[in-house]
């Protein structure tokens, strides 16, 4: 492939360069992926509106996200494990999307910290936060993300018990929180 002309050819550039099984974790989802399929098939859906005969020589994707203004209407939502794709993982993800003027959301399950990815240099940032039994974490994931210049929560409430992800079972691929519980 010589160039990337759409998102879908990451998908293939990444499944030929990264093993398996950690291809596998990133490409996948919980039971029969029914909520994947879901997700794309509303992605599909989307549709932009062509303009005819409009100028267009000043084109502003600005919007705002809880009163902070972004370059355009995209987020860098959290993703687990990002350093298993590659070295660089969450600092590279901090970077670009400072540099692009938009959100990076840090995962809970990441393998930087909020503060380790705070030392990449300025951006705005969010955490992702699942709430834990012992509450006492969660206050400490929260002052952490404070201190790291974190700008808001993410809440994830749909995870008191994670999902049959049937690829890492088959793979027998076990998650770890690596960052945040230990």
Same mark, same amino acid.
């Given at each position: ?55 267009? #020589?000043?084109?502003? +994707? ?8 972004? =370059?355009?209407?995209?987020? @860098? $939502?959290? %993703? ?17 999307? #400072?540099?692009?003027? +938009? ?8 393998? =930087?910290?909020?503060?380790? @990815? $705070?030392? %990449? ?62």
């Amino acid at each position: 492939m010589e160039s990337v002309t759409n998102v879908m050819e990451y998908e293939i550039l990444a499944k030929e360069r990264l093993p398996k099984m950690i291809y596998d974790y990133y490409a996948s989802g919980a039971e029969d992926q029914w909520t994947l399929q879901e997700n794309r098939n509303a992605f599909s859906r989307i549709l932009f509106r062509p303009r005819i005969l409009v100028d267009v #020589s000043n084109i502003d +994707t600005t919007t705002s996200v809880l009163g902070f203004k972004i =370059s355009m209407p995209i987020m @860098v $939502a959290p %993703t687990a494990m990002q350093k298993m794709a590659h070295p660089e993982g969450e600092y590279a993800t901090a970077r670009a999307t #400072s540099a692009a003027g +938009t959100i990076m959301t840090l995962s809970s399950w990441g393998t =930087s910290s909020v503060e380790e @990815v $705070a030392s %990449t240099g300025p951006g705005i940032r969010f955490f992702q936060l699942y709430v834990y039994k012992d509450r006492n974490v969660v206050m400490q994931l929260v002052k952490r993300a404070e201190r790291a210049g974190f700008k808001a929560i993410a809440l994830t409430v749909d995870t008191p018990r994670l999902g049959r992800r049937e690829a890492d079972i088959k793979n027998r691929f076990v998650l770890r929180q690596v960052c945040f519980a230990t």
